[in-house]
Every structure is written in structure tokens, then in C-alpha cells.
């Protein structure tokens, strides 16, 4: 489908449906609908662009680096959020079937911390769920995706089989390994219907694997783990972030257990950690 015919408007109509349908926090989701109207007004107003196909990377790199109307410059974490926002825009007009690339592919910035590994942003999360539906009949990525936010590793995740997933609760039991142990995942609305998903195409049989189906699930299963979740970061946009790396999805999901919870050790619970100091510190 040509590209060249998608309004601007229509697109971020089309995109904000896409985040409302994508169970995300209701502030994320303003937030990022928010930046998504301020760009089209921005491309119109500045530019006369009302055509998706009409942003070039010079006009999407002057909307995300382009100072507030008090002329404050707009902060590190601001300008992530314009570029995320942008891609995601792009992105569901690609799913739609529209021709279009993607104007911020060489746009870099500097990173959000000087962490070697940091926790995901919410905007981030959202856009990698986008990403991780990587068609309509590939559901093995997105069902990574959602154990990685239920907090599996990618040394638990390729242990995991149909037995271990309690849909009627929203949970999934996580085998531990490594440094951490044996728990329950959980997942939210989206996690549920995409490993929903999954567990179709894999079968009932209580011992089929969700994920990986070879004979290694400790050696190549967590290389396919690895790869799975890295795919989703690249496709994302994410993978030249110098601290964005796997663990930073289950770093997030620490994040918002905290944020929920106002305790450190039901973090460390949830993430299979014995030490209360490493809780902290992955979060």
C-alpha cells in the first residue's frame, strides 16, 4: 500500500487507537498520544506536512530536539520520548500495510543514564510490545516479550511450558536459575492475551515448551532467548542504547513493582532475588 496517501492525522489517529488498545497505562498512553498530536501540529504548522511520508529525518530531528514555547531545551528523557513516539507512529502505519521508512533510523541521542544497564522506560515498553508482534502469525516473539515482563530471565524463559501458565489468574510459573528462584509471573491484560496466543499454536499437551522446543534449553534455548528479546530491542529501536541490554525488562518490571507495592523485598520476591541490595540495584 502506498504511503504517500496516509494523512498525518489520520496516521496519529491510527497510532493512539494502537496505544489505547495496548493496555498501557492510562498516563504512558496520554503522554505519548500527547507527543504524537504536538507532532502533527509541528509538521503542519512549521512545514505544511500532512502527509506521513512528507517527514524527512531532518524534520523528525528538529521536532525531537525542539525546545518547549518557554524556549527551555527539552531534557534527555523528553527527547527519547519524540524519537519512540515518532517510531511508534511509523511503525503501525508499516503494520497497516502503508510503504514508509522510518525518518529517525540515524537519529542518535545520548543515553538516558550512565548505568551499564538502566530499567526501561514505560513509552519504551510500549513501543517494544509493538515491535514484538512481529506478524499475525508469529506469536513466539511476543510471547518472550510477555514472560520477559512477567520478570522471566532469559535463562528461565526457554524452561517454561504450557503446565506452568495459570491464565485464570494472570500468572505463569517461573523455574528460576542462576541467581534467582523459582516464582510466580505475572501478567497484565496484554501478556495474557499474547501468550493466549501462544498456547494455540503450541498445543495442551502440559509439557510443550511456550518458547523454545529444542533439546538444549540451557545452552541454545537461552541463546534463542537472548536473540528473541535483542530482536524486539532492534526492531524497537532500542539496540544502540549502550544500557538498554535484556535484564532491562526485567529491571522495569521491578520498577513498577515498587511503584505498586512501596517495598523493596516484595521487588526482590517477585524477581526471584535473595538480596535485598541487588533488588536495589537492578531497579
Given at each position: 500500500?502506498?504511503?504517500?496517501?496516509?494523512?498525518?492525522?489520520?496516521?496519529?489517529?491510527?497510532?493512539?487507537?494502537?496505544v489505547?488498545?495496548?493496555?498501557?497505562a492510562?498516563?504512558?498512553?496520554?503522554?505519548?498520544?500527547?507527543?504524537?498530536?504536538?507532532?502533527?501540529?509541528?509538521?503542519?504548522?512549521?512545514?505544511?506536512?500532512?502527509?506521513?511520508?512528507?517527514?524527512?529525518?531532518?524534520?523528525?530531528?528538529?521536532?525531537?530536539?525542539?525546545?518547549?514555547?518557554?524556549?527551555?531545551?527539552?531534557?534527555?528523557?523528553?527527547?527519547?520520548?519524540?524519537?519512540?513516539?515518532?517510531?511508534?507512529?511509523?511503525?503501525?502505519?508499516?503494520?497497516?500495510?502503508?510503504?514508509?521508512?522510518?525518518?529517525?533510523?540515524?537519529?542518535?541521542?545520548?543515553?538516558?543514564?550512565?548505568?551499564?544497564?538502566?530499567?526501561?522506560?514505560?513509552?519504551?515498553?510500549?513501543?517494544?510490545?509493538?515491535?514484538?508482534?512481529?506478524?499475525?502469525?508469529?506469536?513466539?516473539?511476543?510471547?518472550?516479550?510477555?514472560?520477559?515482563?512477567?520478570?522471566?530471565?532469559?535463562?528461565?524463559?526457554?524452561?517454561?511450558?504450557?503446565?506452568?501458565?495459570?491464565?485464570?489468574?494472570?500468572?505463569v510459573?517461573?523455574?528460576?536459575?542462576?541467581?534467582?528462584?523459582?516464582?510466580?509471573?505475572?501478567?497484565?491484560?496484554?501478556g495474557?492475551?499474547?501468550?493466549?496466543?501462544?498456547?494455540?499454536?503450541v498445543?495442551?499437551?502440559?509439557?510443550?515448551?511456550?518458547?523454545?522446543?529444542?533439546?538444549?534449553?540451557?545452552?541454545?534455548?537461552?541463546?534463542?532467548?537472548?536473540?528473541?528479546?535483542?530482536?524486539?530491542?532492534?526492531?524497537?529501536?532500542?539496540?544502540?542504547?549502550?544500557?538498554?541490554?535484556?535484564?532491562?525488562?526485567?529491571?522495569?518490571a521491578?520498577?513498577?513493582?515498587?511503584?505498586?507495592?512501596?517495598?523493596?523485598?516484595?521487588?526482590?520476591?517477585?524477581?526471584?532475588?535473595?538480596?535485598?541490595?541487588?533488588?536495589?540495584?537492578?531497579?
Amino acid at each position: 500500500m502506498d504511503g504517500t496517501r496516509l494523512g498525518l492525522a489520520e496516521a496519529v489517529e491510527a497510532a493512539a487507537a494502537w496505544v489505547s488498545s495496548s493496555w498501557a497505562a492510562e498516563v504512558e498512553a496520554r503522554r505519548v498520544v500527547g507527543v504524537l498530536q504536538r507532532f502533527a501540529s509541528f509538521c503542519d504548522q512549521g512545514f505544511g506536512i500532512v502527509e506521513l511520508a512528507g517527514v524527512t529525518p531532518a524534520v523528525a530531528a528538529e521536532f525531537v530536539s525542539a525546545p518547549a514555547p518557554d524556549g527551555v531545551a527539552p531534557s534527555v528523557s523528553l527527547r527519547h520520548l519524540r524519537r519512540l513516539s515518532i517510531r511508534l507512529l511509523f511503525r503501525v502505519a508499516r503494520s497497516s500495510g502503508h510503504v514508509l521508512g522510518d525518518p529517525t533510523l540515524d537519529l542518535r541521542l545520548p543515553p538516558r543514564s550512565l548505568l551499564s544497564t538502566r530499567p526501561l522506560a514505560d513509552e519504551e515498553v510500549l513501543v517494544c510490545r509493538g515491535a514484538a508482534q512481529w506478524s499475525l502469525e508469529d506469536t513466539r516473539r511476543a510471547a518472550a516479550w510477555a514472560l520477559a515482563e512477567a520478570t522471566s530471565r532469559t535463562a528461565e524463559l526457554p524452561f517454561i511450558t504450557v503446565a506452568d501458565v495459570d491464565l485464570e489468574r494472570s500468572r505463569v510459573w517461573i523455574h528460576g536459575g542462576g541467581r534467582a528462584a523459582e516464582r510466580w509471573g505475572y501478567l497484565d491484560d496484554w501478556g495474557v492475551e499474547h501468550i493466549s496466543r501462544r498456547l494455540a499454536v503450541v498445543g495442551e499437551g502440559p509439557a510443550a515448551p511456550i518458547f523454545y522446543a529444542g533439546g538444549d534449553p540451557a545452552g541454545a534455548g537461552q541463546v534463542a532467548a537472548c536473540t528473541a528479546i535483542q530482536d524486539v530491542l532492534v526492531r524497537a529501536g532500542l539496540s544502540d542504547e549502550r544500557d538498554v541490554r535484556a535484564s532491562s525488562v526485567a529491571a522495569w518490571a521491578g520498577r513498577r513493582i515498587l511503584a505498586e507495592s512501596g517495598r523493596i523485598e516484595v521487588v526482590a520476591r517477585r524477581l526471584g532475588l535473595k538480596s535485598l541490595d541487588r533488588a536495589a540495584r537492578i531497579i
